[in-house]
């Protein structure tokens, strides 16, 4: 049997790189977010996904993008440090998907 070549196929599946913003007060997460939001290096077809802080659980933002955008994430992830440490966030370390076993896969829309 033969695959149907005008048959859809799958999404590649997403990959994610977490910061997660412990000790971040909610007015410095906006700032970050603002920050964010409106550089260019994380264009589509980059995702940031954002988990605001809540009272006893850090803030968190997800850099999503799919295998084929690797090198566009990474730009990004060096742009998302220099905000970050420009709001006194201090990045200790960064994993990347597919680096020493982490597979970063993520699901959903």
Same mark, same amino acid.
């Given at each position: 049997?033969?695959? /149907?070549?005008a048959a859809p196929t799958a999404p590649a599946p997403r990959q994610g790189v977490v910061f997660s913003l412990e000790g971040? /007060?909610?007015l410095a &997460? +906006?700032?970050v977010l603002h920050? +964010?939001?409106s550089a260019?290096? &994380? =264009?589509r077809p980059l995702q940031i996904q954002v988990q605001e802080p809540r009272a006893g659980r850090p803030g968190a933002l997800t850099l999503v993008f799919g295998p084929?955008? =690797?090198a566009l994430a990474a730009a990004a992830v060096q742009r998302l440090k220099t905000i970050l440490l420009r709001h006194g966030v201090?990045? /200790?370390s960064i994993r990347f998907p597919g680096e /020493?076993? &982490?597979s970063g896969g993520l699901s959903g829309p």
């Amino acid at each position: 049997m033969t695959e /149907d070549p005008a048959a859809p196929t799958a999404p590649a599946p997403r990959q994610g790189v977490v910061f997660s913003l412990e000790g971040m /007060d909610e007015l410095a &997460f +906006v700032q970050v977010l603002h920050d +964010v939001t409106s550089a260019a290096a &994380f =264009r589509r077809p980059l995702q940031i996904q954002v988990q605001e802080p809540r009272a006893g659980r850090p803030g968190a933002l997800t850099l999503v993008f799919g295998p084929q955008d =690797r090198a566009l994430a990474a730009a990004a992830v060096q742009r998302l440090k220099t905000i970050l440490l420009r709001h006194g966030v201090q990045i /200790d370390s960064i994993r990347f998907p597919g680096e /020493d076993g &982490f597979s970063g896969g993520l699901s959903g829309p």
